[in-house]
Nanobody
Framework: QVQLVESGGGLVQAGGSLRLSCTTSGRAFSSYAMGWFRQGPGKEREFVAAIGRSGSNTYYADSVKGRYTISRDNAKNTVYLQMNSLKPEDTAVYYC?????????????????WGQGTQVTVSS
C-alpha cells in the first residue's frame, strides 16, 4: 500500500509561482512512475505532468508546457511540481498519483494510488 500526501498549495496572484510536493509512504518509491493531475470547478480531472521512475523522462500537458516542471527525489520519496507564470485557469485541486511501472500514463486510469489533493487558487 502506498500513501501519498500533497502539500504546497495556496492562493497566488496571476504570474506568481508555487511548488507542490507529494511525499509517499511505503517502500519502493522508485518502482512507481508519478503523475500530477488537476480538477477545476465543474471539470473532469485532467493530466498535468508525469515523470518516469528514474526521473529521466517527463511528460506535460500542452496547457502547462514551458511553465511547469515535474521532478522527483527518490531518496526522499517525493515528487515535486514547480509551477511558474500561473494563470487563473490553473485554479484547481491538484492531485499526485503513483503508477506501478513505466512509462507513466497521461491518462488517470492506470494510476494505482492517489493523494487527497491540494488546492491551488490563482487570482487575476
Amino acid at each position: 500500500q502506498v500513501q501519498l500526501v500533497e502539500s504546497g498549495g495556496g492562493l497566488v496572484q496571476a504570474g506568481g509561482s508555487l511548488r507542490l510536493s507529494c511525499t509517499t509512504s511505503g517502500r519502493a518509491f522508485s518502482s512507481y512512475a508519478m503523475g500530477w493531475f488537476r480538477q477545476g470547478p465543474g471539470k473532469e480531472r485532467e493530466f498535468v505532468a508525469a515523470i518516469g521512475r528514474s526521473g529521466s523522462n517527463t511528460y506535460y500537458a500542452d496547457s502547462v508546457k514551458g511553465r511547469y516542471t515535474i521532478s522527483r527525489d527518490n531518496a526522499k520519496n517525493t515528487v515535486y511540481l514547480q509551477m511558474n507564470s500561473l494563470k487563473p485557469e490553473d485554479t484547481a485541486v491538484y492531485y499526485c498519483a503513483a503508477q506501478l511501472g513505466n512509462p507513466p500514463a497521461t491518462d488517470k486510469y492506470p494510476y494505482n494510488y492517489w493523494g487527497q489533493g491540494t488546492q491551488v487558487t490563482v487570482s487575476s
